[in-house]
């Protein structure tokens, strides 16, 4: 049986026989001027809790609408989705969350206080009217397009109306952003009102995972309030020098994320065309970095491609879907060709079972 117990095993794990389809990180380095900033930068003492006026200031430049005062910088999108879980709990309160989901807000709405509610997307998609039934008595719902673990992103259309039914019901809507700027199939769309609260990172567009330096948005005053209030208590300010380098990676030139979507672009195809050609049932990705075939029995599939195959995989239970395997393709051409390699081998042997 699998000896695999969840994802933390592999995070950070690497040699150079392995081929790591797992983590989320991307291999491109962050823009020139964020590593200039360390030529320079000597101010190490507490920063703001809220963040370093000129990272706010130019953050409310990225939303149309925003003042400074409307964002709250924290240690990534991570520490944000806790903040405000915690900050809008209530007692006996439900959290509605998509299946598959991104494998830690199940984690994150129990370590609030509240109880995760579950509805299924349909090839990686939102049924509006399937959404709607399952939100009655939650008191907050979360989103994530494009999506991780399967890629895809949602209807603009859809998100409209998502929107304004939970401005109906007074329901916060948690809008997980952190591959916006990774979509290929059309330009994105941010979803925004009274009710929205988004939460986002350096880490997937400029590749600063280890920076940790995420945001909180809303334009609902007391709730930013609170998420500072609690932040005195807990973290306190968000590192000084990656906030430095965050706001330097957004001053730098637009073209970089447009280089790097294109790269983004091309490893998406070569995986997705990949996999097809491997048989694999999956669906098309429209945005972040990841596909979700299907693969039987894919907890032991998981453990045996690792084992035997050096291949790094996700199970798939872990984000909802059992029965799939999460690859990740945030690693360079070659590697994602040798993986694939390996994916056939894997295959075409004792374990075509697995397909």
């Not at 040699?15 to 190490?44: C, E, N, V």
């Not at 998609?125 to 009655?136: D, M, P, W, Y």
């Not at 990949?274 to 299907?294: H, I, R």
């Not at 045996?304 to 360079?332: E, M, N, Q």
Request: some cysteine.
């Amino acid at each position: 049986m699998a000896d695999i117990p969840g994802p933390a095993f592999f995070i950070g794990k690497g040699d150079d026989t392995l081929i790591s389809f797992g983590s989320g990180q991307p291999d491109m380095p962050p823009p020139r001027q964020a590593f200039d900033i360390l030529k320079t930068y000597s101010a190490f003492k507490y920063g703001l809790i809220q963040g370093e006026v000129s990272l706010l200031t130019e953050l409310a430049k990225e939303y149309p609408g925003s003042r400074p005062e409307d964002f709250v910088v924290t240690n990534g999108a991570s520490e944000a989705i806790d903040l405000v879980l915690r900050v809008i709990a209530r007692p006996k309160g439900k959290v509605l969350l998509p299946r598959p989901y991104y494998y830690s807000y199940p984690h994150n709405v129990h370590f609030a206080g509240m109880t995760p509610v579950y509805y299924d997307l349909e090839k990686g998609k939102i049924n509006f009217e399937t959404f709607k039934e399952a939100l009655e008595g939650c008191s907050a719902v979360m989103i994530n397009s494009p999506s991780n673990p399967t890629g895809t992103v949602q209807e603009v259309e859809t998100l409209k109306q998502i929107e304004k039914l939970c401005e109906e019901k007074g329901t916060y809507v948690i809008s997980d952003e952190v591959y916006k700027d990774i979509i290929y199939v059309r330009e994105n769309y941010l979803l925004h009102g009274p009710r929205v609260v988004t939460v986002n990172s350096f880490s997937k567009t400029y590749g600063m995972c280890g920076l940790r330096v995420g945001y909180v948005y809303s334009q609902n005053k007391k709730l930013i309030e609170d998420i500072i209030e609690m932040k005195t208590h807990t973290a306190m300010n968000t590192s000084t020098v990656g906030q430095m380098m965050a706001l330097a990676a957004l001053r730098s030139p637009k073209s970089y994320i447009a280089h790097n979507l294109e790269t983004w672009k091309t490893r998406r195809d070569l995986m997705f065309n990949g996999m097809k050609e491997l048989g694999l049932d999956l669906w098309s990705p429209e945005g972040a970095f990841y596909v979700l075939p299907k693969f039987k029995n894919s907890t032991q599939a998981m453990s045996d491609l690792y084992h035997t195959h050096k291949v790094i995989t996700y199970d798939g239970a872990w984000f909802g879907a059992p029965g799939r395997l999460r690859f990740s393709y945030a690693l360079d051409e070659q590697k994602i060709i040798e993986g694939l390699r390996r994916v056939r081998e894997f295959l075409g042997r004792e374990y075509a079972s697995y397909s």
